[in-house]
C-alpha cells in the first residue's frame, strides 16, 4: 500500500477544545468543523470534539450526517440556506441557520414549518462579506422576532483582522455593540456570537455568549509568526509518508521537472510518495522543510503530482523505507504553507480524497 497517510491524533483535538476553555471560561464553545473538519474528517472531528457546546458547519448535508450519528449539539449552518426548500429538513433536524441577507428572511416569511427555529442574525460590522449591515440589522431583527416560525435570535458578526495586530477587532466591535444597545431596547437582551481563533485568543472581550474556533482546534495558530506550541496548542494532523526512491545526483545535473534544481555537488535524493494530487503545495520549492526519520531537511525542485524529492545530503542513513514527515508532529504545518506562499487553513483542507486517514 502507498504508505502516505495523514495520522489525526484525536486526543490532541480534545487537548486543544481544553485551550479552548480556559481562554475563554464563560464562552460556550462552537466548534467549527467546516470543510470536512478542516480536513481532519468530519465525523472524526464531530467524535473526538464530543465536549464542544455546538458545531459549525456549512452544509445542510454535513448537519444531517452529524444528526445521524446522535450528535444532538446545536448544530449552526454558517451561510444559512441558500433557498426555501431546505427549511423543513433544517426545523426537522434542530438546525440553526445564520441569517446573513433580507431574502432569506423573506424565504423564512414565506414557509410553513411544522417547527420554530433557532436562527442567527449575522451583522456587517465592516468584513463585507457575509451579513446585513449595522443600520439595517435592528429593522432585519424585529421582523425575525415578527415571525412565527422563529423561536429565538442570536446576534452574530465576524471580523475580518482579528490576526492582524494592526487593525485588530476594535473598530469592528464598536459597531457591534451599538448594534447590541440599538437592539437592546426593543429584544430582550439577545445572545452573542462574534470570536474565531484569534479573536478568542487575543481579544476576551470579544467572548459573547459563544466563541467559534476553528483553526487552533487542528493545533495550528492563528497568528503569522506565532506557533501553535507557544499557544499550549498540540498538532492534530500528521502528514507522513516515506522515500520510495534514492538517486545519486551528480555536480550540475538537474532534477525533476523543468530541472528546477541543479546539484551544486554530488548528493543523494530521496524521492517521497507524496505530491500536489495529493494536496502537498505545488508551490512550495527548493528549501521547504521536511523531516526524514525526525531529522529537518529540505525539498529539492518541483513538487510533482505523485513525488517531491528531498535533500539526503546530511542524512547518509536514510534509504528506502525511511520515514518522511511532510507536515505534523515535530515540522509544523505554519512553516510548510509559509514556504509555500499560503496559510495552514489551506494546507489543511486540500488534502486530496486518496490520502488514507488514520486515528492514533
Ligand atoms: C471559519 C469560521 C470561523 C473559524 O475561524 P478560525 O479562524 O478557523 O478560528 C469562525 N466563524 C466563521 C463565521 C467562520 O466562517
Redesign the pocket.
Known amino acids: 500500500m502507498r504508505p502516505l497517510i495523514a495520522h489525526i491524533d484525536t486526543a490532541a483535538l480534545a487537548h486543544n477544545l481544553g485551550v479552548v476553555r480556559t481562554a475563554a471560561p464563560q464562552a460556550k464553545a462552537m466548534a467549527?468543523i467546516?470543510a470536512n473538519g478542516?480536513g481532519h474528517g468530519l465525523l472524526r472531528v464531530a467524535k473526538a470534539l464530543r465536549a464542544a457546546d455546538g458545531f459549525?458547519v456549512l452544509s445542510l448535508e454535513d448537519a444531517a450526517q452529524l444528526r445521524a450519528q446522535g450528535l444532538t449539539h446545536p448544530i449552526i449552518l454558517?451561510e444559512g440556506f441558500f433557498s426555501a426548500d431546505e427549511l423543513p429538513d433544517i426545523a426537522r433536524l434542530r438546525l440553526r441557520p445564520v441569517i446573513h441577507c433580507v431574502d432569506q428572511v423573506d424565504m423564512l416569511a414565506k414557509t410553513r414549518l411544522d417547527r420554530s427555529l433557532d436562527v442567527l442574525l449575522k451583522v456587517d460590522t465592516g468584513m463585507h462579506r457575509l451579513g446585513v449591515s449595522c443600520k439595517r440589522a435592528p429593522e432585519v431583527l424585529q421582523r425575525l422576532l415578527g415571525l412565527s416560525r422563529v423561536a429565538r435570535v442570536m446576534l452574530?458578526t465576524?471580523f475580518a483582522c482579528a490576526d492582524e495586530p494592526d487593525i485588530g477587532v476594535h473598530a469592528q466591535l464598536e459597531r457591534f455593540l451599538a448594534v447590541q444597545s440599538a437592539v437592546g431596547q426593543s429584544a430582550d437582551r439577545l445572545s452573542t456570537t462574534l470570536a474565531?481563533?484569534?479573536a478568542?485568543l487575543r481579544y476576551p472581550q470579544t467572548h459573547g455568549d459563544w466563541v467559534?474556533?476553528?483553526?487552533?482546534l487542528y493545533g495550528v495558530s492563528?497568528f503569522a509568526g506565532q506557533s501553535g506550541e507557544s499557544l499550549g496548542l498540540l498538532p492534530v494532523m500528521s502528514l507522513e509518508s516515506q522515500i520510495i526512491g534514492v538517486q545519486t545526483v551528480l555536480r550540475g545535473e538537474g532534477l525533476g521537472y523543468g530541472f528546477a534544481f541543479t546539484a551544486e555537488r554530488d548528493m543523494r535524493v530521496g524521492i517521497v510518495a507524496c505530491g500536489y494530487a495529493d494536496g502537498y503545495p505545488r508551490h512550495a520549492g527548493t528549501g521547504t522543510p521536511v523531516l526524514v526519520e525526525q531529522q529537518l531537511t529540505r525539498t529539492l525542485g518541483r513538487v510533482s503530482m505523485d513525488m517531491l524529492c528531498v535533500d539526503l545530503s546530511t542524512l547518509p542513513d536514510a534509504y528506502i523505507g525511511s520515514a518522511v514527515t511532510l507536515w505534523g508532529a515535530g515540522l509544523p504545518v505554519e512553516e510548510v504553507a509559509a514556504a509555500a506562499g499560503t496559510i495552514a487553513?489551506e494546507l489543511l483542507t486540500g488534502i486530496a480524497p486518496r490520502v488514507r486517514i488514520e486515528e492514533i
Open positions: 467549527v467546516k478542516y459549525a454558517l452574530m465576524h474565531n481563533s484569534a478568542l467559534r474556533p476553528g483553526i487552533m492563528p487553513y
